[in-house]
C-alpha cells in the first residue's frame, strides 16, 4: 500500500501527559506532514518533514523521520484537553497529492 | 474568513439524483485538490488542478464524477446518478504555487449522504 499506517489506531491519556503517535510506510517519499482533525476545526496541517530532515519542532509538537525504517513519530509534549482529535500521517509523493493513513484517534482525559 | 470554503457543508440526495459541489480556495493559491473522506478512514485523493488544468484524476473518480475548475479559481465536484456508496465528507483543498510549499488548506468539507 502507498498509504501510511498508523499506531496506535487509539489512544487515550490524562491531561498533562505526553502522547506518541507512529506512521510507517512503503514507498520513497519527498515529505511527511502530519494533520490534525476534530469536528470543530476539520482537517488542520501540523507539520511537514522533508525527506532529508530527521527531526523538527513546532510548539509541543515534535516530528522525527527515520527514512531508513520507512517510519516517522508525532510526539505531543504535555497535552490539553484540545488535542483531542484524530491525527493523520499523509505522504507526499511528488505526485501533488496527500495520500493519508488511517489516523490516530487521541482522548484527552481530564 | 480567508480559507477555504464549501458550499453545501450538507447535502442529502435520493439516490440516482446528481449533486453538485463548490469549492473557493485561497485566492492565492493556484493548486486545487478535491478529496473523499468516509467514516473512520483518512481523506482519499480524488483530483488535482493546477490553475484551469486538471493533471491528475484518481481511479476512485469513475465516470460519473467530474470537476471543473474553469477560470483556474473556484472549483465543481459533480457527481452523476449518485449511489449509497457515495455517502462521504468530501473535501476540499488548496496550496500555493510550487516555490510556496507543499502544505495544503483543507476546507470544511459538504457531507453527502445518499438515501
Known amino acids: 500500500s502507498q498509504q501510511g499506517e498508523e499506531d496506535p489506531q487509539a489512544l487515550s491519556i490524562q491531561e498533562g501527559e505526553n502522547a506518541t503517535m507512529n506512521c510507517s510506510y512503503k514507498?520513497?517519499?519527498?515529505?511527511l506532514q502530519w494533520y490534525r482533525q476534530n469536528s470543530g476545526r476539520g482537517l488542520v496541517h501540523l507539520i511537514l518533514?522533508?525527506?532529508?530532515?530527521r527531526e523538527k519542532h513546532s510548539g509541543r509538537l515534535r516530528v522525527t523521520l527515520d527514512t531508513s525504517k520507512k517510519s516517522s513519530s508525532l510526539l505531543i509534549t504535555a497535552s490539553r484537553a484540545a488535542d483531542t482529535a484524530s491525527y493523520f500521517c499523509?505522504?507526499?509523493?511528488?505526485?501533488?497529492?496527500?495520500?493519508f493513513g488511517q489516523g490516530t484517534r487521541l482522548t484527552i482525559n481530564p | 474568513d480567508t480559507g477555504v470554503s464549501q458550499d453545501p457543508r450538507h447535502k442529502i440526495t435520493k439516490r440516482g439524483q446528481n449533486v453538485t459541489f463548490r469549492c473557493d480556495p485561497i485566492?492565492?493559491?493556484?493548486?486545487l485538490y478535491w478529496y473523499r473522506q468516509t467514516l473512520g478512514q483518512g481523506p482519499e485523493f480524488l483530483t488535482y488542478?493546477?490553475?484551469?488544468?486538471?493533471?491528475?484524476k484518481s481511479r476512485l473518480l469513475s465516470d460519473r464524477f467530474s470537476a471543473e475548475r474553469p477560470k483556474g479559481s473556484f472549483s465543481t465536484l459533480e457527481i452523476q446518478r449518485t449511489e449509497q456508496g457515495d455517502s462521504a465528507m468530501y473535501l476540499c483543498?488548496?496550496?500555493?504555487?510550487?516555490?510556496?510549499?507543499?502544505?495544503?488548506?483543507f476546507g470544511p468539507g459538504t457531507r453527502l449522504t445518499v438515501l
Open positions: 499523509a505522504l507526499f509523493q511528488g505526485a501533488q497529492k496527500l495520500v
Open positions: 514507498t520513497s517519499i519527498n515529505n
Open positions: 488542478f493546477q490553475n484551469e488544468a486538471q493533471l491528475e
Open positions: 518533514i522533508r525527506s532529508n530532515e
Open positions: 485566492s492565492e493559491h493556484n493548486r
Open positions: 483543498a488548496s496550496s500555493p504555487p510550487l516555490a510556496g510549499g507543499d502544505e495544503q488548506f
